[in-house]
């Protein structure tokens, strides 16, 4: 079966500092991976997806980036954090055309 | 404009009683709607898929129904239970892509279920 990893589960960075989380899935090949973050009464805003390795597209402009290093692996970042980047922030996968989508069990970041 | 809307926004009930939930969608062309169950700081998860040929799909406690022609949704829960303490999420998926990036997601509504 598959299952989707994310960590830290918690992080508290002060304002300027760099971020990297990590997601990873085990038990399917070439998903496509997706980065989201929700905010506190919002709705989940997609960040970042990747269809392949190397490749990745943003839907929203920000200071943040994101990389797939492996075909299973999805990574998160950013140079210099600001206040509005605090969130959930949520990795997911799927197979092909993204219909159903699997989620991890979320990054609860604070910037302070 | 895409959108999909949910209500109410939060819910208070007591442990044994039925709720709905309701989802108004605005998406257009339709592929499916999904409705996932989200405990606190944790992942959403699926709970039920239905695509537009679809009237009612149902899991366990949970039962969806779609209307597609009026664009509604709801998500009725029986004899609720502690656990069903939750944000319930509706998602409808647009245009087929590649990337699957046609999802629309509603804000949610937080129940809470009470002994």
């Known amino acids: 079966s598959q299952t989707i990893h994310q960590w830290p589960a918690t992080l508290v960075q002060p304002v300027g500092s760099p971020l990297s989380l990590e997601c990873t899935v085990e038990g399917t090949s070439n998903p496509n991976l997706y980065w989201y973050r929700q905010a506190a009464g919002r709705g989940l805003q997609l960040l970042f997806y990747s269809v392949g390795i190397g490749q990745i597209s943003s839907e929203v402009p920000q200071n943040l980036s994101a990389s797939r290093p492996q075909d299973r692996q999805f990574i998160l970042s950013s140079k210099k954090l600001l206040l509005s980047d605090s969130g959930f922030y949520l990795c997911a996968w799927s197979g092909f055309g993204g219909h159903e989508q699997y989620f991890g069990p979320g990054t609860r970041l604070t910037v302070t | 404009k895409n959108q999909v809307e949910q209500s109410p926004q939060s819910l208070i009930i007591l442990e044994g009683k039925n709720c709905t939930l309701q989802?108004?969608?605005?998406?257009?062309?339709?592929?499916?709607l999904r409705w996932y169950k989200q405990d606190t700081g944790r992942g959403p998860v699926s709970l039920t898929i239905m695509t537009f040929s679809e009237n009612t799909k149902s899991n366990g406690r949970y039962t969806a129904t779609l209307d597609a022609d009026t664009k509604q949704s709801s998500l009725h829960i029986t004899a609720s239970q502690l656990s069903d303490s939750a944000s319930y999420i509706c998602v409808v998926s647009g245009t087929f892509n590649q990337a699957g990036t046609a999802l629309i997601f509603g804000k949610g509504t937080t129940l809470s279920v009470s002994s």
């Open positions: 989802c108004n969608y605005t998406v257009s062309p339709f592929s499916n």
